[in-house]
């Protein structure tokens, strides 16, 4: 008598938050609080007022068109990512078969806000004139995240066997 062997699911193969599927977890978790922080540090303080009017006055010495819309543009893009990231670390963590798309459109919004205020930032004289290769570091991070994650979550077992809830 011969035995065969049972077909093949979709559960095989690993399952679970382990593996690669850590990485992303603790990029996660500690990705409000590195927002935030630089929030408070870098951000907050031109919002102060002698700041904000050196800033924003046409005539003074670093006064740019562009100047007030972009940070504008960085408090609502940090508050929006600040939010959106604990979505979707609220998926990850309930295992909602929702994450991986989620997980990839917050790689890709993202990747975008951080190419679009770093490429913004360049049409301000004062912010171009301290640009340096280092200045470029994370619309690079960016692309290298969303180069090996958005394919990861698209195509991993553990992905599809983990969120499925």
């Known amino acids: 008598m011969t035995e065969t062997a049972p077909a093949a699911t979709a559960d095989d193969g690993p399952k679970g938050i382990g593996g ?3 990485l992303p977890a603790i990029g996660l978790v ?3 609080f590195w927002i935030l922080i630089t929030f408070v540090r870098d951000l907050l303080p031109v919002f102060d007022g002698e700041t904000w009017a050196m800033l924003t006055t046409p005539g003074s010495a670093v006064y740019h068109p562009a100047l007030a819309p972009l940070l504008v543009f960085e408090v609502v893009g940090n508050i929006f990512l600040i939010a959106f990231t604990c979505y979707v670390i ?4 309930t295992r909602s078969r929702k994450l991986p798309a989620f997980i990839i459109a917050w ?3 993202s990747g975008a806000i951080v190419a679009i205020d770093t490429f913004w930032g360049l049409l301000v004289p004062i912010v171009a004139a301290d640009a340096d ?9 960016a692309v290298i995240a969303i180069a090996i994650w958005v394919p990861y979550f698209g195509m991993s077992k553990r992905v599809k066997n983990t969120f499925v809830e």
């Open 133 to 141: 290769a280092s200045y470029y570091k994370d619309v690079i991070r």
């Open 20 to 22: 690669w599927l850590v």
């Open 90 to 93: 609220y998926l990850f963590f």
């Open 30 to 32: 500690v990705t409000p």
């Open 107 to 109: 790689l890709l919004i």
